[in-house]
């Protein structure tokens, strides 16, 4: 299996701030990686797919970057609604694997 | 738009078998283009991928190798939905249970609800 790696799990910030959240791979792929965010008693849903391609309606302060092992997940501007749990999930190859996720909390 | 129903116990006993639903609208489960997926969530593991069922000119399953002896997934065409079915449960396996559209670049587009199923006597 492909491990996925996600760091921080924890992370304080305010409105207004530019965060940065890492997915590490255990082994290199190509861009078939993905970003969820995920509120309380929700699914999770998606963001970026394929490392950087935003889905249709998500606001465009979210991107994605990497390729090989390293992935990225940025919010340009941390809005109030942005407060939530994000998680990694690679897609190269089943058996699929998520990220244990960060938790974005207000500062 | 794509929407997916899921239905199924909440509360099953140990050794017993889980069978969870997933009705598809907006889709269908015999897609060229997409795969039918189960995931689980738990405080302990985390999201957890389960299995997925697809067709392309036949019909195929990938499972995860932590359940692979113990689980199927099954796609129905009739009433354009697919199942979970999960044996020999143990309370390891309480969880909240997911099943999502896989699409473009293998990513979960769509998700069901979500269903907490607790193993217990």
């Known amino acids: 299996d492909i491990q996925m790696t996600q760091s921080p799990s924890s992370l304080s910030a305010s409105v207004g701030d530019r965060v940065t959240i890492t997915c590490r791979a255990s082994q290199s792929f190509s861009n078939y990686l993905n970003w969820y965010q995920q509120k309380p008693g929700k699914a999770p849903r998606l963001l970026i797919y394929a490392a950087s391609s935003l889905k249709s309606g998500v606001p465009s302060r979210f991107s ?3 390729s090989g092992t390293d992935f990225t997940l940025t919010i340009s501007s941390l809005q109030p609604e942005d407060f939530a749990t994000y998680s990694c999930h690679q897609s190269y190859s089943p058996p699929y694997t998520f990220g244990q996720g960060t938790k974005l909390e207000i500062k | 738009q794509v929407q997916l129903q899921q239905s199924g116990p909440g509360l099953v ?32 593991r985390g999201l957890e991928w389960l299995g997925r069922t697809y067709y392309r000119s036949k019909w195929y399953n990938d ?11 099954n796609p129905d065409t009739s009433k354009n939905q697919f199942s979970l079915h999960l044996n020999s449960l143990t309370p390891e396996d309480t969880a909240l249970y997911y099943c999502a559209r896989e699409a473009t670049a293998n990513s979960l587009d769509y998700w069901g609800q979500g269903t907490l199923v607790t193993v217990s006597s």
């Open chain 1, 64 to 66: 994605g970057s990497g």
């Open chain 2, 13 to 44: 006993k140990p050794s017993q078998t889980l069978s969870l639903t997933c009705a598809i609208s907006g889709d269908s489960v015999s897609s060229n283009s997409a795969a039918w997926n189960w995931i689980r969530q738990s405080p302990s």
């Open chain 2, 63 to 73: 499972y995860a190798l932590s359940v692979k002896s113990r689980i199927t997934i």
